[in-house]
């Protein structure tokens, strides 16, 4: 008995993993089955779908699958990067924009007396020393991006797990 449970609890753990690695190839279908249903899916005009998968606030990630018109995983891109930030221009990004790069954000706080909202993603910063940072994009009402702000992790116990 206690063998058919070790082997449940193997098997368990197996398919897990599977849902952290959505691999290039696979139906559409099966990346659903897996993943589970995608926080956003984007049409883009080259046929493509987008499908975002955040693991947001303590996850710091946004995986995008990329499935193409034929219905397979073409690619599969991690999107809150420093190069994918660096994109964001004030006065020129709009918010579909910001969407399509980056994903769903994680939180949207709105401030009425700025007529603003911002837009709050989780993200790790740094390549191989990977420091939690909170990135802050604010969004004015006609959909353009007025401010870009990456400031330390203001969640300590964020730091304290991630810099092990």
Known sequence: MKRLLVAAALAALAGCS??????????????????????????????????????QPHGLTMHVARVDKD?????????????????????????????????PPWKVWPYPRMQRDIWEYRMAIGGGASVPQGLYVQVSPDNIVREVYVLSDPDNRLSECCAR
């Open 71 to 103: 219905g397979r995983v073409v690619a599969v891109e991690q999107r809150l990067t420093d190069e994918n930030v660096a994109r964001l221009e004030k006065g020129k990004t709009r918010a579909d924009d910001v969407r399509d790069l980056l994903g």
């Open 18 to 55: 599977s849902l952290r690695t959505p691999e290039p190839g696979m139906s559409a279908a099966q990346l659903e089955a897996s993943m589970g249903p995608a926080a956003d899916k984007r049409v883009h005009s080259d046929g493509e779908t987008w499908y975002y998968y955040p693991r």
